[in-house]
T-cell receptor, first 115, second 109 residues
Framework: DADVTQTPRNRITKTGKRIMLECSQT?????MYWYRQDPGLGLRLIYY???????NKGEISDGYSVSRQAQAKFSLSLESAIPNQTALYFC??????????????FGEGSRLTVL | AQRVTQPEKLLSVFKGAPVELKCNYS??????LFWYVQYSRQRLQLLLR??SRESIKGFTADLNKGETSFHLKKPFAQEEDSAMYYC???????????FGTGTRLLVSP
């Protein structure tokens, strides 16, 4: 089954450490997204990419960076993690063009705890 | 700016009761609206979108541009409907989605 896979699924780290969350997809979709989910705040967009050469900031990009290594891979980095970046992070994909419908396909999430 | 408001954090009903999860949006253009659902231990997934005018699992949602609302309704709730529901808005052309804060629906027997 075509899928969206996130690694790691759980990570505990300390303040100041560099962390990378990885996302890979076998759906063949061109668009990829990183969201974070916080209780009471819902999902907020961190970064999104419409193709390998197109990276865009979302509403809460400060403290994060991304890399689109290939159409199928989209990584999120926290250069120096801080406790308020503790959250559940979701990668998602979608497809453009006439086959696109706006539907996002989500990974299972990566739970990050920053101590 | 795009904004989606879900005023209820928790909605608790009994099985068989009608359900309405509220969603209001602000956007000056032509919105595309969606409802996403996250069941326990499952991925967030699309439930329905307004352009399809479809009923999924007994749920419907009508876009009311006058009231800028896209409320999700079901006449008779089932226990398996218990989940987290997110309303989301995209600008025309299905660009990035903006999500509401979510409503947890709890259906009790």
């Amino acid at each position: 089954d075509a899928d969206v896979t996130q690694t790691p699924r759980n990570r505990i780290t300390k303040t100041g450490k560099r962390i990378m969350l990885e996302c890979s997809q076998t759906k063949g979709h061109d668009r990829m997204y990183w969201y974070r989910q916080d209780p009471g705040l819902g999902l907020r967009l961190i970064y999104y990419s419409f193709d390998v050469k197109d990276i865009n900031k979302g509403e809460i990009s400060d403290g994060y960076s991304v890399s689109r290594q290939a159409q199928a891979k989209f990584s999120l980095s926290l250069e120096s993690a801080i406790p308020n970046q503790t959250a559940l992070y979701f990668c998602a994909t979608s497809v453009t063009g006439q086959g696109g419908s706006g539907e996002l396909f989500f990974g299972e999430g990566s739970r990050l705890t920053v101590l | 700016a795009q904004r989606v408001t879900q005023p209820e954090k928790l909605l608790s009903v009994f099985k068989g009761a009608p359900v309405e999860l509220k969603c209001n949006y602000s956007y000056s253009g032509s919105p595309e609206l969606f409802w996403y659902v996250q069941y326990s231990r499952q991925r967030l997934q699309l439930l329905l979108r307004h352009i399809s005018r479809e009923s999924i699992k007994g749920f419907t949602a009508d876009l009311n541009k006058g009231e800028t609302s896209f409320h999700l309704k079901k006449p008779f709730a089932q226990e398996e409907d218990s989940a987290m529901y997110y309303c989301a808005l995209a600008r025309g052309g299905f660009q990035k989605l903006v999500f509401g804060t979510g409503t947890r629906l709890l259906v009790s027997p």
